[in-house]
């Protein structure tokens, strides 16, 4: 069974640092492409960044681009996403996801709250 566990998230003030984690099981994790989304209330899920297998591709949508890095573990089975210079925009539900054999599984999140 696909489990992607996240944590990391919390209460900051615009301008602050976040480092999120997810940590997956049921599947080996170094053969797969892992993403971060985020999810508010008002919008669907927006992709965030994702990052290649042995970690040495990774891209990001615009909004985050020079403020956020993605990265991983593969030892530890685990992909992390630094968020620096956060605004208030960035505030959301964060989740890891990936596909396995042409399903998505999505993690339940972690929140983001950015404000002062």
């Given at each position: 069974?696909?489990?992607?566990v996240e944590s990391?998230?919390?209460?900051?003030?615009?301008?602050?640092?976040?480092?999120?984690?997810?940590?997956?099981?049921?599947?080996?994790?170094?053969?797969?492409?892992?993403?971060?989304?985020?999810?508010?209330?008002?919008?669907?899920?927006?992709?965030?960044?994702?990052?290649?297998?042995?970690?040495?591709?990774?891209?990001?949508?615009?909004?985050?681009?020079?403020?956020?890095?993605?990265?991983?573990?593969?030892?530890?089975?685990?992909?992390?996403?630094q968020m620096n210079?956060?605004?208030?925009?960035?505030?959301?539900?964060?989740?890891?996801?990936?596909?396995?054999?042409?399903?998505?599984?999505?993690?339940?999140?972690?929140?983001?709250?950015?404000?002062?």
């Amino acid at each position: 069974e696909v489990q992607l566990v996240e944590s990391g998230g919390g209460l900051v003030q615009p301008g602050g640092s976040l480092r999120l984690s997810c940590t997956a099981s049921g599947f080996t994790f170094r053969s797969y492409v892992m993403k971060w989304v985020r999810q508010t209330p008002e919008k669907g899920p927006e992709w965030v960044s994702s990052i290649g297998r042995d970690g040495t591709s990774t891209t990001y949508t615009d909004s985050v681009k020079g403020r956020f890095a993605i990265s991983r573990d593969n030892a530890k089975n685990t992909v992390y996403l630094q968020m620096n210079s956060l605004q208030p925009e960035d505030t959301a539900v964060y989740s890891c996801e990936v596909v396995v054999y042409g399903d998505t599984y999505r993690g339940q999140g972690t929140q983001v709250t950015v404000s002062s």
